[in-house]
């Protein structure tokens, strides 16, 4: 497993710096991160992220699920109303909630539907009980501080951010662009092994009949 002071260790054997270039490393491993973690990749799909609504709460943020606001895209949200009894909620735009939500006494209910907006989840109609809330999506990994901090792009991930990382560094900060031309296309050759592999993953291995 690699982790956040591994990768800047490896970034700067590699470039032959002489660790004279740490902090630059770190922020280029960051953008790197930034310039990908919007892909859809099978390590950064979840399910995980659950809560419970409150009576009479109609957004939630942070402070209820703390990855509410680290939410890329969202899949779908399922709500349990008892039991084993689910039902998805339906994605709306805000400006619909902001005109259906007029009253609190009137607008409280079972929730059917959600919008996504100030990296908060505003539900309607206003929950009226506590109900599990699961919502599946793509979600940012955990945030690299530490040099012993890890996730996903450290490990799954860590050839293409760590090419992607020496082109930032071979554009912007050494100013070598034959050597960053050489590092884009070695990116471009992982990010095509990673698409390959996700695709593998994500395949049911069957052929869909066309409609004709």
Known sequence: MSTFGLMIDRI?????RGGTLTSQIEKAIKTAIAAYERRRFWFNEARSVTFNTVDGQEFYT???QSAIPTLLEIDRIKLTIS???QIDLERVPYSEL???SSSLTVDEGQPTSYAYYGQSLRLYPIPDAAYAVRVSGVSELATLSATTDTNAWMTDGEALIR???KRELLTHVIRDSESAREMAEAESAELRSMIQANN???STGRV???EF
């Open 83 to 85: 039991g084993s009894d």
């Open 200 to 202: 593998a993953r994500s």
């Open 163 to 165: 090419c992607r990382a």
């Open 208 to 210: 869909c009949a066309t």
């Open 62 to 64: 942070g402070s209820d």
């Open 98 to 100: 902001e005109h259906d």
């Open 12 to 16: 700067d054997d590699e470039l032959d």
